[in-house]
C-alpha cells in the first residue's frame, strides 16, 4: 500500500488527536491533541490544533524547530494548504480563507464570502488543474442556516473568483485530483464522487467520508463515525480501494470516532512529530 519508509499521518477532531499508520498498516498513537486540516511542503509540516479558547496552528520545521502560531483574527479553523511559500487556512467561523506567513502568522490577504460568519460552512482546500478549490455546504445568508437545509446545496468553488466548478453535493469536503480525476467527499450523503473522461462513479459507505490521500496504487478515505446514527457503539475507519478499479480492497478501524485528514508523508518526520509530542507530556 505504502513504501516502507513513508507513513500515512492522520488528524483527528473531536476525541481523537493525531495517529499515523505504518507500511505493515499498525496504528499508532502520537497525542490525543484534537486536529483538523494537516499540509506540508518540503520545508515543513502544519497541523490545524482544535481549541475552544485559542485558534492556533503548530508547526513543525524539517531543521527540527517546532513553533506555535497563534490565529487571534480567525476561528474555527477547518483546513490548511501550503502553497508557494503561503499558508492558505479556512476560518469557517468568519466565512473566508485567508493568507498567511507560515512562519509569523501574519494575514497578507482575505477572502471574505458573502453571508453572516459561518454561513456558507466553507472547510477543505484542493488544487484542480492548478487552480485553488474549496468546498463549501452552500451559499446562504444566515449563520448555520445549512443546519436545516443541507441536501444538494453544497458545491465546490474556486476560491478567488467563487465559480462553482461542482454543485448539487451534500456537505462535501477534500476536494482532490489526482491522475485525471477529479474526487469530492460527499459527506452527508456518505459517498465519496469520483470524475473523470468516463464519466462519474458514486461509491457508498457506511459514515461520513472526510480525509482522502492517494498513493501510486490505492485510494486511502477515511470514514467518520456517524454522530446521527442509531448505533451507540462505533469508530472512524480507513478505508483503502484499489485506484484502477475503484473497488474496496481493505479496511482499518481506528481507535477514535471522527476523521479529519489524512496525508502521505516521508518517515522522518516523525520523529519530529514524537518530540512535540514529548515535550507537552
Known amino acids: 500500500m505504502m513504501k516502507s519508509d513513508q507513513i500515512l499521518l492522520i488528524s483527528c477532531p473531536a476525541n481523537g488527536g493525531l495517529l499515523y499508520m505504518d507500511h505493515k498498516e499498525n496504528i499508532h ?15 515543513m509540516l502544519v497541523r490545524v490544533m482544535q481549541n475552544e479558547h485559542m485558534m492556533h496552528f503548530q508547526v513543525y520545521h524539517r531543521s527540527g524547530e517546532m513553533q506555535t502560531i497563534l490565529g487571534i483574527e480567525i476561528r474555527d479553523v477547518h483546513d490548511v494548504m501550503l502553497r508557494d511559500q503561503i499558508l492558505y487556512a479556512v476560518s469557517t467561523g468568519t466565512n473566508e480563507i485567508v493568507t498567511m506567513s507560515p512562519t509569523t502568522g501574519e494575514i497578507i490577504r482575505r477572502l471574505k464570502y458573502p453571508g453572516e460568519d459561518d454561513s456558507w460552512h466553507v472547510n477543505c482546500l484542493g488544487v484542480w488543474d492548478d487552480q485553488i ?121 481506528l481507535p477514535c470516532l471522527e476523521i479529519y485528514e489524512m496525508m502521505i508523508v516521508d518517515k522522518k518526520w516523525l520523529r519530529k512529530l514524537y518530540l512535540r509530542a514529548t515535550s507537552e507530556k
Open 29 to 43: 498513537i502520537i497525542d490525543n491533541h484534537p486536529s483538523n486540516g494537516i499540509c506540508y511542503d518540503s520545508d
Open 133 to 253: 478549490v474549496a468546498t463549501a455546504f452552500g451559499d446562504y445568508q444566515h449563520y448555520r442556516e445549512y443546519s436545516s437545509n443541507i441536501h444538494n446545496r453544497g458545491f465546490v468553488m474556486n476560491i478567488h473568483h467563487m465559480t462553482k466548478l461542482w454543485e448539487g453535493l451534500n456537505a462535501p469536503h477534500n476536494p482532490k485530483q489526482d491522475e485525471g480525476r477529479y474526487y469530492v467527499c460527499d459527506s452527508y450523503s456518505s459517498q465519496l464522487i469520483v470524475h473523470d473522461v468516463n464519466g462519474t462513479r458514486i461509491l457508498p459507505f457506511e459514515g461520513f467520508t472526510r480525509g482522502l490521500c492517494f498513493s501510486k496504487k490505492h485510494i486511502f478515505l477515511g470514514v467518520s463515525y456517524d454522530r446521527h446514527s442509531l448505533e451507540k457503539e462505533g469508530t472512524a475507519s480507513i478505508k483503502i480501494m484499489d485506484k484502477q478499479s475503484l473497488t474496496l480492497v481493505k479496511e482499518i478501524p
